[in-house]
Nanobody, 124 residues
Framework: QLRLVESGGGLVQPGGSLRLSCAASGFSLEHYAIAWFRQAPGKEQEGVSCISSAGGRTINADSVKDRFTISKDYTKNTAYLQMSDLKPEDTAVYYC?????????????????WGQGTQVTVSI
């Protein structure tokens, strides 16, 4: 069974940091592109950050540029989203997703393996 499990969400003050984890099982991240999406109440789902299957290319949405960093650790078969300088508008449920051998990681409609999501709340 192909599975992704997110963790690391929580409540953080504005300006703070969090690291989200996305643990894969049933397949190896070495051959999969990974993306992080988020969805805030009443808003459409947004692709936040992605990393190519080879791991050599990352893309961030303008809204998180220079604040979020995506990475993959093949030894742990886990992807991460390091988030810093968090803002209240970053509050959302964050999901990781995977797509096999995806060349252009920003082809967000191609992701077909999804985690259950983790809540991130940025508030005083």
């Amino acid at each position: 069974q192909l599975r992704l499990v997110e963790s690391g969400g929580g409540l953080v003050q504005p300006g703070g940091s969090l690291r989200l984890s996305c643990a894969a099982s049933g397949f190896s991240l070495e051959h999969y592109a990974i993306a992080w999406f988020r969805q805030a109440p009443g808003k459409e789902q947004e692709g936040v950050s992605c990393i190519s299957s080879a791991g050599g290319r990352t893309i961030n949405a303008d809204s998180v540029k220079d604040r979020f960093t995506i990475s993959k650790d093949y030894t742990k078969n886990t992807a991460y989203l390091q988030m810093s300088d968090l803002k209240p508008e970053d509050t959302a449920v964050y999901y990781c997703a995977a797509s096999e051998l995806l060349i252009r990681c920003r082809d967000y409609e191609s992701y077909d393996i999804w985690g259950q999501g983790t809540q991130v709340t940025v508030s005083i």
